[in-house]
């Protein structure tokens, strides 16, 4: 079962930048598609970025798409998420996700069994 640990989040002001990271342990990276979510508060948990488990394949919401990258580095078992021209609706919690995949990417909350703490991003007006 695989644990996960997002860092990088905290208080920006709008037009500015944060990378994200998480790290896994207790299991094989390359075995999993990876998700990244958010939560803003009094809102649902809504899909940001997935990329499959070799990283050939990526996908992004619209809300985000031109302004973020999510990538993966196997070999340190992280997953990254950069988000560049942040503005205050980005403000939320920014969770990442896993589920044991062959090729496949996933966008829905449901689809993903493991989950991190969340890593909290506040963008500033």
């Known amino acids: 079962q695989v644990q996960l640990v997002e860092s990088g989040g905290g208080l920006v002001q709008a037009g500015g930048s944060l990378r994200l990271s998480c790290a896994a342990s207790?299991?094989?990276?390359?075995?999993?598609?990876m998700g990244w979510f958010r939560q803003a508060p009094g809102k649902e948990r809504e899909y940001v970025a997935a990329?499959?488990?070799?990283?050939?394949?990526?996908s992004y919401a619209s809300s985000v798409k031109g302004r973020c990258t999510i990538s993966r580095d196997n070999a340190k078992n992280t997953v990254y998420l950069q988000m560049n021209s942040l503005n205050p609706e980005d403000t939320a919690v920014y969770y990442c996700?896993?589920?044991?995949?062959?090729?496949?990417?996933?966008?829905?909350?449901?689809?993903?069994?493991?989950w991190g703490q969340g890593t909290q991003v506040t963008v500033s007006s």
């Open positions: 996700a896993a589920r044991m995949s062959r090729g496949i990417l996933y966008v829905a909350v449901r689809s993903y069994d493991y």
């Open positions: 207790g299991g094989t990276l390359s075995t999993y598609a």
């Open positions: 990329i499959s488990q070799s990283g050939g394949s990526t």
